[in-house]
């Protein structure tokens, strides 16, 4: 079965930082992954993707804070985030889109406050 699987959501105080990481089913290796967030009344946007060849592009909302990386030996696809702020709060979704379909993560729960 096909699925995406994220961890390392969390509670955090602003400017603290926090792991995502999302473990795939595997054959993923051509194709770009990315972190998608959804705020409470927001709709779901792309924060950062990676390429197959490691080339990362982030949101400017998070460029210079957070870092996307892969390990396809692992299976595993990874958003550090770093300087967090209370507009950072939200769902985080790992992405996959293959040219026969698109596949999404359960989400994890982001909070920063204070």
């Known amino acids: 079965q096909v699925q995406l699987v994220e961890s390392g959501g969390g509670l955090v105080q602003p400017g603290g930082s926090l792991k995502l990481s999302c473990v795939t089913s595997?054959?993923?290796?051509?194709?770009?992954m990315a972190w998608y967030r959804q705020g409470t009344g927001n709709r779901r946007t792309v924060i950062a993707t990676v390429s197959h060849t490691g080339y990362a592009d982030y949101d400017e909302d998070v460029r210079g804070r957070f870092t996307i990386s892969r390990d396809d030996a692992k299976n595993t696809v990874s958003l550090e985030m770093n300087d967090l702020k209370p507009e950072d709060t939200a769902v985080y979704f790992c992405n996959v889109r293959t040219p026969l379909c698109e596949l999404w993560g359960q989400g994890a729960q982001v909070t920063v406050t204070s």
């Open positions: 595997g054959g993923f290796s051509r194709n770009t």
